[in-house]
């Protein structure tokens, strides 16, 4: 059965620094998208990274922040990040697309999501 399971958030201060992990079992992913959903806000993408890491996209407003790499030995992808703000608080989610598949920011694409991990972020 397929699941991934995120961890790593939290509460800290504007500035400070969390690091998210996404590991997955079940069966072996493409590329792999980091989202976040805030209170009442629709989800959106963040970050996102092919199978052997040469393909990374992020959204603007983490660029310099937060980096995105993977340990496909361990099948964990990570989430560093950085000069963390309050806009930065949300649900954190990993997501996943079947081998074969290409890199994409588009949430609708992916077919495995994890539970979710909340990331808060205090003025």
């Known amino acids: 059965q397929v699941q991934l399971v995120e961890s790593g958030g939290g509460l800290v201060q504007t500035g400070g620094s969390l690091r998210l992990s996404c590991a997955a079992s079940?069966?072996?992913?493409?590329?792999v998208g980091w989202f976040r959903q805030a209170a009442g806000k629709e989800r959106e993408f963040v970050a996102v990274?092919?199978?052997?890491?040469?393909?990374?996209y992020y959204t603007d407003s983490v660029k310099g922040r937060f980096t995105i790499s993977r340990d496909n030995v361990k099948n964990v992808v990570y989430l560093q990040m950085n000069s963390l703000k309050p806009e930065d608080t949300a649900v954190y989610y990993c997501?996943?697309?079947?081998?074969?598949?290409?890199?994409?920011?588009?949430?609708?694409?992916?077919?495995?999501w994890g539970q979710g991990t909340q990331v808060t972020v205090s003025s």
């Open positions: 079940g069966r072996t992913f493409s590329s």
């Open positions: 997501a996943a697309r079947p081998i074969g598949s290409g890199v994409t920011t588009a949430g609708g694409l992916y077919d495995a």
């Open positions: 990274i092919s199978w052997g890491g040469g393909t990374i």
